[in-house]
């Protein structure tokens, strides 16, 4: 079950391009809060506080969202909008609030676990090709991530979205999509001389083309 985090945020109330740089020159982060049934709201985060909460959010993580001083209300963080040119930096938070009766749709890490067979016996390698599983869940319910144990995979062996099984979880994703395979190591292509074929001896390239005899000389040589 994902960890409970507290963020507090103040209610903003110039919006645009221009109020949005204006607050991250104070050290905030202009974000928004909505959800089923609420109006939304500009909201302002302290950067400081912002960055504390995603070091300790992973995942699908809930967290208790303070507006203004009122009662906390538990929300999910849906987005994150960085800088292209500086990733690390934040630029805008979109946070939906939801609610404990009802379920939701979120997006669950998946965590290989274990060394497979076939990698460990066989020189295989393990192509892990769906990272995240698409899952409906109560609020409550949501897991940090998905843990699969690969450890008895073979070399051409799959794991299928319909292998993995959760409680109080139901999966989204095509069951017979694959989620991790471990296939055979890459061999180099040898080319096999032919037998009784003669090698083929590349002649020298000449530097300079010999003059044919019948060529006049250029005038003035």
Excluded: F, W
């Amino acid at each position: 079950m994902a960890n409970q985090i507290t963020l507090d945020a103040r209610i903003r109330t110039a919006t645009g391009k221009g109020a949005a740089r204006t607050l991250r020159r104070e050290g905030k982060i202009p974000g928004v809060i909505y959800g089923h049934g609420r109006e939304p709201e500009a909201l302002a985060v302290e950067v400081t506080a912002l960055a504390k909460t995603l070091m300790s959010a992973h995942g699908a993580t809930i967290i208790d969202v303070a507006v203004d001083g009122r009662a906390p209300v538990k929300a999910l963080i849906r987005e994150i909008q960085r800088n292209p040119v500086r990733p690390g930096d934040v630029i805008h938070l979109d946070l939906y609030e939801v609610k404990a009766d009802e379920k939701i749709t979120v997006a669950v890490p998946v965590h290989l676990t274990g060394i497979p067979d076939g990698v460990r016996n066989s020189g295989g390698i393990l192509d892990h090709s769906l990272r995240e599983l698409d899952v409906e869940v109560y609020p409550a319910d949501i897991p940090a991530s998905i843990d699969i144990d690969v450890t008895n995979l073979t070399i051409g062996h799959s794991i299928y979205v319909r292998d993995v099984t959760l409680d109080k979880v139901k999966i989204l994703n095509d069951p017979n999509v694959p989620i991790c395979t471990v296939v055979a190591p890459r061999a180099e292509e040898v080319v096999a001389p032919v037998v009784g074929e003669e090698p083929v001896v590349a002649e020298p390239e000449l530097i300079r083309k010999p003059k044919e005899e019948d060529e006049e000389e250029p005038e003035g040589k």
